[in-house]
Every structure is written in structure tokens, then in C-alpha cells.
């Protein structure tokens, strides 16, 4: 679902990632779907989190996106993912979403449960 990715670089608790929006990530409206934004969210913040050397890709507890803008078909989308904070049961990133004129199109947060033991 990712295969037009582009890294474009990784430093401890952060990932940028470039791809061109192609017709397989529309909506029935022609833009960007805010599904595949979400599945980004995702995917991009818990690479930034396994930069931080923690190891533990941990479990989603909370995920959310902003919407501000839309992007079309073609365009070329820049993604920042940036690890706020790793605790010892939780992590906390957020994820921009921008357009080739720099403007914020979207806005994800993301918290990860990375605790290592299971409770009874």
C-alpha cells in the first residue's frame, strides 16, 4: 500500500517520507482519501518511533487526523513524522502532511502503548 514511498531522511524519532498521489489513493471525489491518510498516520509515526531505538513497534491506543486541505491526483506529498516523547508505556507523535508549497494539507496524532508486560 506503500510501494511509491520515498524515504528522505531518518534521525532518531523522526522520518520524512515523500510519494506522488496516484489513482489507486482517491476517493470517490478525486482527492486524496483520508482513509489511506490515516493508514499513513500510522505506518510513518511508528517508523519515526522504531528510529528511537526502543525496539517495540508497540500497539496503537490512540490515532487521529486533521483534515485541512485536499490533494489531487498527481501531487507530490511530503509526510514529517516526529516522536514527541517515549515513555516507558507510551509514545506520542504527530505526522504533517504537506503539498509541494509547503502547505500543512493534514495532521495526524498518534500514541502507541509500547509497555513491555501483559496484565492479568
Known sequence: ???NMEVVSV???KVKVQ???EEEHLNGHGTLHGGYTSFL???ISTLALMTTGNGN???S???SVA???SAKLNEIITIDADTLKTGKLLTFSTVDFRNEAGTLIAQGKH???VGGGASS
Do not use: I, N, Q
Request: neutral net charge; aromatic residues 12%; hydrophobic residues 40%.
Open 57 to 59: 513497534p508497540g500497539v
Open 111 to 113: 500514541t502507541k502503548f
Open 67 to 69: 483534515y485541512m486541505r
Open 61 to 63: 491506543t490512540d490515532l
Open 11 to 13: 534521525e532518531p524519532g
Open 41 to 43: 498516520t500510522d505506518l
Open 19 to 21: 510519494f506522488k498521489v
Open 1 to 3: 500500500m506503500a510501494s
